[in-house]
């Protein structure tokens, strides 16, 4: 259940519209790291923990938090959106070229489409899409995507104060800058606090690091003969995990195995030179057989 207050977390009041501002404003709210990703993707976060608590419970704090965020933004543009492009705007800018290139930067949607409100959408129209958000149910690699996500939202938030000397504007983006600010810190001390706890013993994720191929998971691989990537921090000494770095300078392939796929389907058309031999016709009985093969190999795997 999600209780509702009549205030905004914090003011959203601009001195004086600006429906050309506003058009750059939508990118905070529906951009790929805008406010409804955050909000999105903390609220998919905290529904999916298995983790009761104080995980589970500041996850939601956060992802509640992140909705008034929205509603501050949707406020806030609305209100700069205040005497949006009307009849006697578009006869000024017939009679004024300058003008009519500066209306030329806003977004007709606003008017058209919501009658001078917000829009789900990013700067440019294209409507939020839920395949911006990150929720895998691995608190240590959700809490990595979700440093990463408030870093590039405080980004465009920075981005965006720079673009109005509008002071209200910029007294509400200074608070969001504090919480983007202070939400990076939350998710890298949550995972220092799910080491401490023993959910993980690394701040890298490494499920099934016991099956990787050792040498792999501790060499810099370089692909350009005159590459100076060899100077980095990354390319030498030990890695976070305690291995010693290898450095592989013009890297060569570790295989001789070629990008090749079998012989295709010779009822799929596809043009094939026969050097792989001769195609098997795809069936229903063909798929039947395969995924009896299929049944039959896991068996024989789990016996041996």
């Known amino acids: 259940m999600f209780k509702h207050v009549d205030y905004l977390q914090f003011q959203a009041k601009p001195e004086k519209p600006d429906a050309f501002f506003a058009a750059k404003l939508q990118e905070l709210v529906g951009g790929q790291f805008g406010e409804m990703t955050v909000m999105m993707q903390y609220l998919w976060q905290g529904w999916s923990c298995r983790v009761p608590g104080k995980y589970k419970d500041m996850i939601m704090d956060i992802a509640t938090e992140e909705i008034g965020h929205v509603e501050m933004l949707t406020t806030m543009l609305a209100r700069l ?105 939350q998710w890298l001390l949550g ?60 890297a060569q392939p570790l295989t001789d195995d070629k990008p090749l796929g079998p012989a295709p389907d010779p009822k799929l058309f596809v043009t094939y030179d026969g050097s792989q031999g001769k195609g098997k016709p795809g069936t229903g009985a063909g798929a039947h057989a395969q995924g009896m093969a299929n049944v039959v190999n896991k068996i024989k795997g789990a016996l041996d």
Request: glycine share 10%.
């Open 81 to 185: 959106l205040e005497g949006g492009p009307a009849e006697a705007t578009e006869k000024a800018a017939a009679a004024n070229p300058v003008l009519a290139a500066v209306l030329g930067g806003q977004n007709p949607q606003h008017s058209i489409v919501t009658g001078g409100g917000p829009m789900p959408t990013n700067s440019q129209g294209v409507p939020w899409q839920a395949g911006y958000i990150v929720a895998s149910g691995n608190l240590l690699a959700d809490f990595r995507s979700n440093v990463a996500a408030e870093a590039q939202s405080r980004l465009q938030t920075s981005r965006v104060y720079n673009m109005t000397d509008d002071r209200g504007v910029k007294d509400m983006l200074q608070f969001n800058l504090a919480r983007d600010t202070y939400h990076q810190q």
């Open 191 to 250: 995972i220092e606090q799910l080491i401490e706890d023993g959910f993980t013993d690394s701040p890298i994720e490494q499920s099934n690091g016991d099956v990787e191929k050792d040498f792999a998971r501790r060499t810099f691989y370089s692909f350009d003969p005159e590459s100076q990537a060899a100077e980095g921090r990354w390319a030498r000494g030990e890695t976070l995990l305690g291995d010693k770095i290898e450095y592989v300078p013009d």
